[in-house]
C-alpha cells in the first residue's frame, strides 16, 4: 500500500473550524503541523478532515460480522474507506448466542493481526438484551432478559473488545447498566419500550446514549414522552442516527438537529451487507434480507438495516442541519463518535499524537482519497495522491 508523509496548505478540517495549514506524518500517527518531506498538496475545493467512523454497522459488500469468518471482517474492512470510514464498530446481531458467541471470538481473532482497510476499534453488541415489543429486524425468538453474568461470557468471548451495547433498560437492566458504567462501557437505550421516567433513571445511572434514535423504541406521546422525547430533551445523552431519509424522513432529524447539541449527534450507518451491491436478496442475523428501491426489508416488509453511506448520510443531513458549519457536520461522523465510545485521545480529530486516520473529500462530501494509520487505502478513480 502507498503511504503518505502528510499534506502540505490544504484546507484541515478541525472540530472548531476549518483551517489552512499542513501536517506531517510519523509512521501511523499525526506528527506535527508542519510539512514534511514530499508532502501532499490538493486541488482548491478539496478538504482534509479525521476519517469517518461508524459505529453502528452489521455489514457491507456482501460480507456481515455474524459470518464469524476473517474473510468477511477483511472484506467489510477494504470496502468501507470508498465512503471515508476509517474506524467501525462490528455490530452483531440477536442471534442464538453460540452464533453471537462464535462472532465475538472472530473479531477478536482478527484485532490481533494486522489488516487492511478500515480499522475495527470493537464490537457494538445489539441484543440479545432487548424488548420484544420493539425487535425491529431482530429475530424475536433469541432476545434474553439483559443479564451480567451473560454479557461477562460475551466480553471474554470478545477478548474485553465491546465497547458499546444496546439493552432495554426496562427488561430488568439495571444490574447490567451498572455493570457497563463500572467497566468504562457505552450502554446505549435501543430497541426498548423504556417510558420516560425509566429512562431518565437510567440516564441517572450513566446511560448516555440512544440507538438509531426514532426507530425500534417507544415514540413520543405528549403525555408519555418516551424514549424519543427525552433522548431530545436530555443534554449529554448522544443520539445515534440514520439519515438515509428512508429510516427517518428529513424533517424528523430536521427536529434532533434542531432539539441537540451538536455534540450529541452521532451519525451511523447501521449498514448490511448488501451496501454496495445491487438489488436482491441478502441475509442479516440469519434472517433473508432482500434490497430493492434502495431499501433494505424483510419478507415482511420490516427495514432490515439500510444501505446508506456515512458520506452520503452527511449529504442528507447537510440539507437540514441549519446553523451547522462544514466542521460541525463533519464532527457528527468523527468527533462525536469518537467521545461517545471514549475513543478521542487517539481517533476523531486531527490532533497531535492522533492516527494518522483522514479523508479527503470535496464541500460537498464527495470521497476523493481515504488513508487509514498513513496508508492510503482510497483514491477515487482518476485521482491520485
Keep these: 500500500m502507498k503511504s503518505i508523509t502528510g499534506f502540505q496548505n490544504v484546507s484541515l478540517v478541525f472540530p472548531e473550524g476549518v483551517k489552512k495549514g499542513s501536517l506531517s506524518v510519523h509512521g501511523d500517527t499525526i506528527a506535527s503541523f508542519e510539512a514534511g518531506k514530499d508532502a501532499v498538496?490538493?486541488?482548491?475545493?478539496?478538504?482534509?478532515?479525521?476519517?469517518?467512523?461508524?459505529?453502528?454497522?452489521?455489514?457491507?459488500?456482501?460480507?456481515?460480522?455474524?459470518?464469524?469468518?476473517?474473510?468477511?471482517?477483511?472484506?467489510?474492512?477494504?470496502?468501507?474507506?470508498?465512503?471515508?470510514?476509517?474506524?467501525?464498530?462490528?455490530?452483531?446481531?440477536?442471534?442464538?448466542?453460540?452464533?453471537?458467541?462464535?462472532?465475538?471470538?472472530?473479531?477478536?481473532?482478527?484485532?490481533?493481526?494486522?489488516?487492511?482497510?478500515?480499522?475495527?476499534?470493537?464490537?457494538?453488541?445489539?441484543?440479545p438484551f432487548i424488548s420484544p415489543k420493539h425487535p425491529g429486524a431482530q429475530d424475536p425468538a433469541f432476545i434474553i432478559k439483559p443479564n451480567v453474568t451473560t454479557f461477562e461470557k460475551l466480553l471474554d468471548d470478545a477478548d474485553g473488545h465491546i465497547n458499546e451495547v444496546t439493552m432495554a433498560y426496562e427488561e430488568g437492566g439495571k444490574d447490567l447498566l451498572a455493570y457497563l458504567v463500572q467497566h468504562h462501557i457505552?450502554?446505549?437505550?435501543?430497541?426498548?419500550?423504556?417510558?420516560?421516567?425509566?429512562?431518565?433513571?437510567?440516564?441517572?445511572?450513566?446511560?448516555?446514549?440512544?440507538?438509531?434514535?426514532?426507530?425500534?423504541?417507544?415514540?413520543?406521546?405528549?403525555?408519555?414522552?418516551?424514549?424519543?422525547?427525552?433522548?431530545?430533551?436530555?443534554?449529554?445523552?448522544?443520539?445515534?442516527?440514520?439519515?438515509?431519509?428512508?429510516?427517518?424522513?428529513?424533517?424528523?432529524?430536521?427536529?434532533?438537529?434542531?432539539?441537540?447539541?451538536?455534540?450529541?449527534?452521532?451519525?451511523i450507518s447501521d449498514s448490511t451487507e448488501g451496501k454496495y451491491l445491487k438489488p436482491g436478496k441478502y441475509a442479516l442475523g440469519g434472517q433473508d434480507v432482500y434490497i430493492y428501491d434502495g431499501v433494505a426489508r424483510l419478507a415482511d416488509g420490516t427495514i432490515a438495516g439500510s444501505i446508506l453511506?456515512?458520506?452520503?448520510?452527511?449529504?442528507?443531513?447537510?440539507?437540514?442541519?441549519?446553523?451547522?458549519?462544514y466542521a460541525d457536520l463533519i464532527n457528527l461522523a468523527t468527533l462525536n463518535p469518537a467521545k461517545n465510545l471514549g475513543f478521542d485521545d487517539?481517533?476523531?480529530?486531527?490532533?497531535?499524537?492522533?492516527?494518522?486516520?483522514?479523508?479527503?473529500l470535496d464541500k460537498d462530501f464527495h470521497v476523493y482519497a481515504t488513508i487509514v494509520g498513513g496508508q492510503v487505502a482510497y483514491e477515487k478513480e482518476g485521482f491520485s495522491l
Design 41 to 127: 498538496r490538493l486541488p482548491e475545493g478539496l478538504y482534509v478532515a479525521p476519517g469517518f467512523i461508524d459505529e453502528h454497522i452489521h455489514g457491507a459488500d456482501g460480507f456481515d460480522t455474524m459470518d464469524a469468518k476473517i474473510a468477511s471482517l477483511e472484506g467489510i474492512a477494504k470496502a468501507l474507506p470508498q465512503e471515508g470510514v476509517t474506524s467501525w464498530n462490528a455490530t452483531t446481531m440477536t442471534m442464538g448466542l453460540p452464533s453471537i458467541e462464535a462472532a465475538l471470538r472472530n473479531v477478536a481473532t482478527y484485532m490481533k493481526g494486522d489488516h487492511s482497510g478500515a480499522r475495527v476499534i470493537g464490537v457494538h453488541l445489539e441484543g
Design 186 to 267: 457505552t450502554a446505549s437505550m435501543g430497541h426498548s419500550d423504556c417510558t420516560a421516567a425509566l429512562f431518565r433513571e437510567a440516564v441517572e445511572g450513566g446511560l448516555h446514549c440512544v440507538t438509531h434514535l426514532f426507530n425500534a423504541q417507544r415514540g413520543f406521546h405528549h403525555r408519555e414522552p418516551g424514549i424519543v422525547g427525552m433522548a431530545l430533551l436530555l443534554d449529554g445523552v448522544k443520539t445515534e442516527i440514520i439519515c438515509d431519509t428512508i429510516h427517518s424522513v428529513p424533517d424528523a432529524f430536521a427536529l434532533a438537529f434542531k432539539a441537540k447539541k451538536k455534540e450529541d449527534i452521532v451519525l
Design 309 to 325: 453511506k456515512i458520506n452520503v448520510a452527511l449529504q442528507n443531513v447537510s440539507k437540514v442541519a441549519k446553523g451547522y458549519s
Design 346 to 360: 487517539r481517533i476523531g480529530s486531527l490532533a497531535l499524537g492522533h492516527k494518522a486516520d483522514f479523508v479527503v
